[in-house]
Antibody, heavy 119, light 106 residues
Framework: QVQLVESGGGVVQPGRSLRLSCAASGFTFRTYAVHWVRQAPGKGLEWVAVISYDGNIKYYTDSVKGRFSISRDNSRNTLYLEMNSLRTDDTSVYYC????????????WGQGTLVTVSS | DIQMTQSPSSLSASVGDRVTITCQASQDISTDLNWYQQEPGKAPKLLIYDASNLQTGVPSRFRGSGSGTDFTFTISSLQPEDVGTYYCQQYEDLYTFGQGTKLEIK
């Protein structure tokens, strides 16, 4: 069925790195922009990063610029988020989500993966 | 950066009530505004896109309106399954969510 499935979350010490993955199925992944959106425990939603359908355009929220890197492999229908220099305030559930071409609505979300940054 | 301000931050209403949530943008975003519902422990779900368009499969009791800086989300007759937190989101300049409105049943 049409779905996004995140993986790679876990507990990591401050300053360390982690890579998240998001596997897409049931739709033509290469035609959608895809995003990472996070939610700290008990808090609201925060958009993190986006990558265009072909991987050529990337944008980040200011708090992760220079530390996080978004990428995709359209041959594997997979989205990635490489997170470096992790901080305690990066602790969140990380969701991947897609936006159809030319539109700004997140119409499909994954179930999320929890990243906990703690010593 | 565009800031999105929702109100109220929480509300409690009875089944069958009409519920209204507002969202204000810090600058003109035309109709580049979407609404989501997030049930406890679940991922968000798109309800309304481009300010007033109902996403496929979403019940017609949900309605969105507005343009520019002021937007309104309405549930015409509250149902028990509508509990959760509602978020507005702009995409005129990258992406920003409102802080959320937690909806409970009395």
């Amino acid at each position: 069925q049409v779905q996004l499935v995140e993986s790679g979350g876990g507990v990591v010490q401050p300053g360390r790195s982690l890579r998240l993955s998001c596997a897409a199925s049931g739709f033509t992944f290469r035609t959608y922009a895809v995003h990472w959106v996070r939610q700290a425990p008990g808090k609201g939603l925060e958009w993190v990063a986006v990558i265009s359908y072909d991987g050529n355009i990337k944008y980040y929220t200011d708090s992760v610029k220079g530390r996080f890197s978004i990428s995709r492999d359209n041959s594997r229908n997979t989205l990635y988020l490489e997170m470096n220099s992790l901080r305690t305030d990066d602790t969140s559930v990380y969701y991947c989500a897609r936006t159809p071409a030319g539109r700004g609505a997140f119409d499909l979300w994954g179930q999320g993966t929890l990243v906990t940054v703690s010593s | 950066d565009i800031q999105m301000t929702q109100s109220p931050s929480s509300l409690s209403a009875s089944v069958g009530d009409r519920v209204t949530i507002t969202c204000q943008a810090s600058q003109d975003i035309s109709t580049d505004l979407n609404w989501y519902q997030q049930e406890p422990g679940k991922a968000p779900k798109l309800l309304i896109y481009d300010a007033s368009n109902l996403q496929t499969g979403v019940p017609s009791r949900f309605r969105g309106s507005g343009s520019g800086t002021d937007f309104t989300f309405t549930i015409s007759s509250l149902q028990p399954e509508d509990v959760g937190t509602y978020y507005c989101q702009q995409y005129e300049d990258l992406y920003t969510f409102g802080q959320g409105t937690k909806l409970e049943i009395k």
